[in-house]
């Protein structure tokens, strides 16, 4: 049985044709594959569908009919979407002529409600497991495309299922994705195994300047790094899961550079760690064990002032 919010988008899915879904800027597996399979449930259902993200969707190749994401919105829409993403200011310019859109659907706990409808779940493991829930509910068919998209998203928001959050509903759902013919092998190589040439040279520029103290493990890619190296992206090429993995870290830090004031922060927490705190104060937002914020001012004074507010919320944690 449908609850009333489910009925609501069902019908407003039905009764509008010209669709924008977009998410957020230097999207990952999650934000594109989630616009993807709505995207594509949506045209097979008929409707007229713009996939818009501001960034590229370098990486994401593998994943079904991607030529279709563009980066500028073209004309009119009737209705817009937003996924995987906790405010507005994230989505980047996509919907500057438009407004507050139609439908968020995330699973940030950070999420502000800043649509017209909400569907925040942040007990899910990605937004594409809210949406595999709830595409049926809105008359949506999940085939062969949508489902390795959906699964994209999961795989890569899990990191290979290694989260902590992820439980035994969501290997459940992996299962049903991969009946409707998703390749979970295929995924997890494309998602999480190959590297390009130039990405792993980006993380050599990252390790060289490497620092642990306390707990924390942190370092740094500037503009000059990108621009030497050749890297296509904004991002850190996902340099922050490595850093993560490393046995004396309770909390990574990854700082890169965007601009000469602007600076990108990730953080990844052990267990039991809260950092989203720290990223909704700098104006960012994100989960307990991974969260991000742009922050504006120089590399050496954005990295200083937010290694202290890691250190004190380390220090915090370890005296209660």
């Given at each position: ?41 949506l045209k097979n259902a008929g409707k ?66 800043f649509g017209i409808n909400n569907i ?60 409707f013919g998703a390749d979970l092998a ?135």
């Amino acid at each position: 049985m449908m609850n009333s919010i489910d009925q609501q988008i069902a019908d407003q899915l039905n009764q509008n044709h010209r669709i924008l879904i977009t998410s957020h800027v230097r999207p990952d597996a999650d934000a594109v594959g989630s616009v993807l399979a709505i995207g594509l449930a949506l045209k097979n259902a008929g409707k007229y569908v713009q996939m818009v993200l501001e960034d590229d969707t370098a990486g994401f190749e593998y994943l079904p009919k991607i030529q279709l994401v563009k980066q500028v919105p073209d004309g009119d829409v009737d209705l817009a979407i937003v996924l995987d993403c906790s405010d507005l200011n994230r989505v980047g310019h996509v919907l500057n002529d438009y407004g507050k859109p139609d439908l968020v659907v995330d699973h940030h706990k950070t999420n502000l409600n800043f649509g017209i409808n909400n569907i925040v779940e942040p007990e899910q493991v990605a937004t594409a497991e809210i949406l595999f829930d709830h595409l049926p509910k809105w008359g949506l068919t999940i085939d062969q495309d949508v489902a390795t998209c959906l699964l994209a998203g999961i795989v890569g928001d899990t990191i290979g299922f290694r989260t902590s959050n992820v439980n035994s509903a969501t290997m459940r759902r992996t299962a049903e994705l991969m009946d409707f013919g998703a390749d979970l092998a295929r995924i997890y190589r494309e998602e999480l195994v190959l590297q390009s040439y130039k990405a792993v040279r980006y993380w050599g520029a990252g390790l060289i300047r490497l620092q642990h103290e306390n707990g924390i493990i942190w370092t740094s890619l500037t503009l000059d790094d990108r621009q030497d190296i050749g890297y296509p992206g904004n991002g850190d090429a996902d340099l922050v899961n490595i850093l993560s993995s490393v046995r004396e870290a309770e909390i990574a830090l990854i700082f890169v550079e965007q601009s000469q004031n602007d600076v990108k922060i990730s953080w990844r927490a052990r267990p039991g760690l809260d950092v989203s705190g720290i990223a909704t104060f700098l104006g960012g937002g994100g989960h307990a064990a991974a969260a991000g914020a742009d922050v504006k001012g120089s590399l050496e004074n954005v990295q200083k002032r937010v290694i202290l507010l890691t250190k004190k919320l380390l220090e915090q944690r370890k005296s209660e």
